[in-house]
């Protein structure tokens, strides 16, 4: 069942997408060569805590960090770790913020040092994608709209879209209806209406689509060692368009 929210919920998230961006700001400052990424991980606890906030995916279905650290081949759920990040690495942060009651969910990802021609292309071509399927998400569009616009995109451009994790809607409780594919038909799926709050997160890929898991049950990696990245936002549906909740 889809949750509608007033006016006064989104502005509720709002808040918390707000404080999730001017996180990623402050990571954006200290990801350089030789920072491991469960000292991310720790800062954004330390961070979230100093201004009210808590991670929600910690505890989540027994998931243990503040935060999900996804380094080159790893698609998503990767778990920090005491690795140094070096010159040359691409690295997803992504987390889930809860302020006051109310969720907001972000990924983003940041080169390390001086990264190739084919990491920067699929990191501008991911973060693309992402901003072409936002502006599918208007009143009277369908979920499938968003999904064509990002899969178009990225297979224009080479790249593969992962179909095993996908977007979903969002609010006091991290997953809700509707679900929120990266690849699919225009003019298919729920229809997109005021008061409906999604992410949005494609992971594409430079290789193939598929995927394996490693032994911890979380890491999602490229099945062929491939590079892969993500964007992610929330998102508001509203009468002046689409309202991203938590842009930078």
């Known amino acids: 069942m889809i949750t509608y929210k007033s006016k006064r919920d989104i502005e509720q998230m709002h808040k918390a997408g707000q404080l999730l961006a001017n996180c990623h700001k402050e990571i954006k400052k200290i ?20 201004h009210g906030a808590t991670p929600e995916q910690k505890g989540y279905q027994g998931y243990p960090f503040a935060t999900c650290a996804s380094v080159n081949d790893v698609i998503c759920h990767g ?70 616009a990002i899969q178009q995109y990225a297979e224009g451009e080479g790249l593969s879209v992962v179909r095993e994790f996908i977007g979903h809607g969002i609010g ?21 209406k005021e008061g409906m709050v999604l992410t949005i997160e494609p992971m594409l890929n430079t290789g193939k689509r598929y995927v394996k898991i490693d032994n911890d049950g979380w890491t999602a990696r490229t099945f062929d060692g491939s590079l892969s990245t993500q964007y992610e936002h929330t998102i508001a549906i509203t009468k002046e368009g689409p309202l991203v909740l938590t842009a930078q």
């Open 79 to 148: 778990f920090p770790n005491k690795k140094k990040l070096k010159s040359g690495d691409i690295v997803t942060i992504d987390m889930v913020v809860k302020l006051n009651g109310w969720l907001a969910d972000s990924a983003w990802s940041y080169t390390v040092g001086e990264v190739s021609e084919k990491a920067r292309h699929l990191m501008e071509a991911t973060e693309k994608s992402l901003y072409l399927g936002i502006e599918k998400a208007v009143i009277g569009n369908r979920i499938g709209d968003i999904s064509h």
């Open 31 to 50: 990801i350089k060569p030789g920072i491991s990424t469960l000292e991310i991980d720790a800062f954004v606890e330390r961070f979230l805590k100093e």
């Open 172 to 192: 006091r409780v991290m997953h809700e209806d509707p679900q929120v594919p990266h690849a699919g038909t225009k003019g298919t799926g729920p229809l997109l």
